[in-house]
């Protein structure tokens, strides 16, 4: 939609509709809200300043980037937001080439602003070409963010930054006066009398560069830009994100300048649905609700993983007090809200830098502490160096708990947690092991809370799959526990929810075989594998993981390092591909993992 000769009450109103549409689509649908009502108008501002064509756009993590879809040819489209087979609910360049780049984790924006300034400066673009970044004031609490602003102070590539702050966790503006200063700062008039100024004291010395330079720090230290200032790139702000006036000078004064720029914008979170307006953390990512009360639709009432570890790490902090934990960003989504309010002083929620998380768990383990390193699966691969460095090479005692772990639904490739086992396998020290079931994942957390050495625990996103299966024991390092035994030349091998699975398959087959829960895929129970392999020559693998480096490697590699070759394996794990986005079942079908298809593959029916 070409937006360049609208009137500002035409871009109200185009927001306005944009506001009816997101909330039409997302209150059947699910998907993020709060944020991306609240960046409407900056990105209606952006389409009328700056030419995605030519320009790019670069959202960070792109969960606030709906606008963006709705103004670039997917109005119709937009119902399919999230559904398999529909549109992402991130960026995705191939859906549209006005998308730049994927995105789904925080704090990538400005390194990849950066290295679009420097592939338009090598290909002498820079006359019509000006990368835009859009970045929230939550992403800006990761480092990332930090290592690209200080080289791009320092090469001062043209590049506008737009923060959108819609928690005032960036700078409180300190009254009229602030506000004044703002204003005028982001004024045509002062970046003109600055420039000039600039040009007037290079022909008197140092002396007249030092006097300009105190002045003008003097000047901002009653607002929030120093910080930005002083790491070389110029500030704006903070300007009211929801006053397309405001906006679309600002902007366009900031694209003129030919340096590096950061606008800072405050938002109101929800803005346009006053049920959802202000720092409500549940309507930063939500299910289907209903529009007018705002009441969620009907949920499952199968208790999920993420409750029953909440359940089972407070009965554990109770008994020892020198259980802490650490989450970054995720409190309500990885349940340690209720451990964080219940002992505030040993459960930290450290934003979203989880490369700090986990060293600083590592310290508090040095220090004769028990630390629970909660985090999804798909963001502890952001602290795969500090797991390995600051964790594993010291042997400390570090509870990893893999939230999400397995296929997520409607978040899509950036999300799904398919790659920890592969990753965390090959570490030294580190031990893997899994839950099947509620009383399991406290018998699991009891084990960890004891153990020594660092371990990772996964689970699943919402229940585990249900089946009647004989009860579960305690944990013993490296012990796995025969559930079924037959006189089947089959073995099903489960890890983790992968137990459930491969039950749920064995009730579709005449034939019954065995079922062993792995437990731990490092170490293995290689006295119990020894067992099953000379009773059992197909061994079949339930793990909601990636084949490459998964469950099935492990048994490969120890049937491989004890000269066992009569037994097969078949791993129903993840092929190597990302998995796209959608219903969980969906997807789930469209792999060919539903236990009735998996049935059909071992029977061959």
């Known amino acids: 939609m070409n937006i360049k000769n609208f009137t500002l009450q035409e871009l109200e109103d185009l927001s306005q509709k944009i506001r009816e549409r997101i909330l039409e689509v997302v209150s059947s649908n699910g998907g993020h809200l709060s944020s991306t009502l609240g960046a409407t108008e900056i990105i209606v501002a952006m389409h009328k300043v700056f030419d995605p064509a030519q320009d790019p756009f670069i959202f960070d993590v792109s969960h606030q980037s709906y606008a963006h879809k709705l103004l670039t040819e997917r109005w119709e489209e937009f119902a399919t937001l999230r559904q398999f087979g529909g549109i992402s609910g991130y960026t995705k360049p191939s859906e549209s080439p006005l998308d730049y780049f994927v995105a789904g984790h925080s704090s990538t924006s400005i390194s990849l602003g950066v290295g679009a300034a420097k592939a338009i400066a090598l290909k002498n673009e820079q006359a019509g070409r000006i990368p835009v970044v859009v970045i929230g004031d939550g992403a800006m609490s990761a480092g990332m963010a930090y290592e690209a602003m200080n080289e791009l102070g320092d090469r001062k590539y043209p590049m506008v930054i737009i923060l959108n702050d819609n928690e005032m966790s960036i700078a409180k503006p300190i009254g009229a006066l602030s506000r004044m200063l703002s204003s005028a700062m982001a004024s045509p008039f002062y970046q003109r009398f600055k420039r000039k100024t600039e040009q007037f004291v290079d022909n008197f010395g140092e002396g007249a560069h030092y006097l300009a330079k105190r002045f003008e720090e003097s000047f901002k230290l009653i607002t929030p830009g120093i910080m930005f200032e002083e790491m070389g790139i110029e500030y704006i702000g903070p300007i009211d994100g929801h006053d397309l006036k405001s906006l679309t000078e600002t902007f366009e004064t900031a694209k003129g300048m030919g340096k590096p720029v950061l606008v800072h914008v405050q938002t109101i ?319 789930e079908e469209s792999l060919g993992l539903l236990p009735e298809q998996l049935a059909k593959k071992v029977t061959g029916a």
């Open 269 to 587: 979170k929800g803005k346009g649905y006053e049920i959802a307006e202000g720092k409500h953390e549940k309507w930063h990512g939500v299910s289907p609700f209903d529009l007018k009360s705002g009441a969620a639709s009907a949920k499952s009432s199968a208790k999920s993983a993420t409750q029953i570890y909440t359940e089972a790490l407070l009965h554990e902090a109770q008994r020892n007090d020198k259980i802490v934990g650490v989450t970054a960003a995720m409190p309500s989504g990885t349940g340690m809200s209720e451990l964080m309010e219940k002992y505030p002083e040993r459960f930290w929620d450290v934003a979203i830098a989880e490369q700090h998380a986990v060293t600083s768990m590592g310290a508090l383990a040095k220090e004769g502490f028990k630390p629970f390193c909660t985090i999804y699966s798909t963001f502890l691969q952001r602290g795969f160096d500090q797991v390995i460095h600051d964790v594993c090479l010291m042997d400390l005692p570090v509870v990893f708990a893999m939230d999400r772990a397995g296929i997520v639904g409607e978040d899509g490739e950036t999300h799904q947690g398919a790659f920890d086992i592969s990753f965390l396998r090959l570490i030294p020290n580190m031990t893997l092991c899994a839950p099947r079931d509620e009383k399991s994942f406290h018998q699991i957390v009891a084990y960890a809370a004891d153990y020594q050495h660092p371990c990772a625990i996964r689970y699943p996103r919402g229940a585990f799959f249900a089946a009647e299966l004989p009860e579960s024991v305690p944990f013993e390092t490296g012990k796995s526990q025969l559930l079924i035994e037959s006189e089947s030349d089959i073995l099903f091998i489960g890890y983790g929810n992968g137990v459930g699975r491969a039950a749920q398959t064995m009730e579709r087959m005449d034939e019954k075989p065995s079922l062993l829960d792995l437990r731990f895929v490092k170490p293995l129970d290689g006295e119990m594998l020894q067992r099953m392999a000379q009773r059992h020559k197909r061994w079949y693998v339930f793990s909601d993981s990636a084949r490459m480096g998964g469950v099935g490697s492990a048994l490969l590699e120890w049937l491989a390092e004890s000269h066992i070759a009569d037994v097969s394996v078949v791993s129903f794990e993840y092929a190597d591909t990302f998995i796209k986005h959608g219903n969980t079942r969906l997807v």
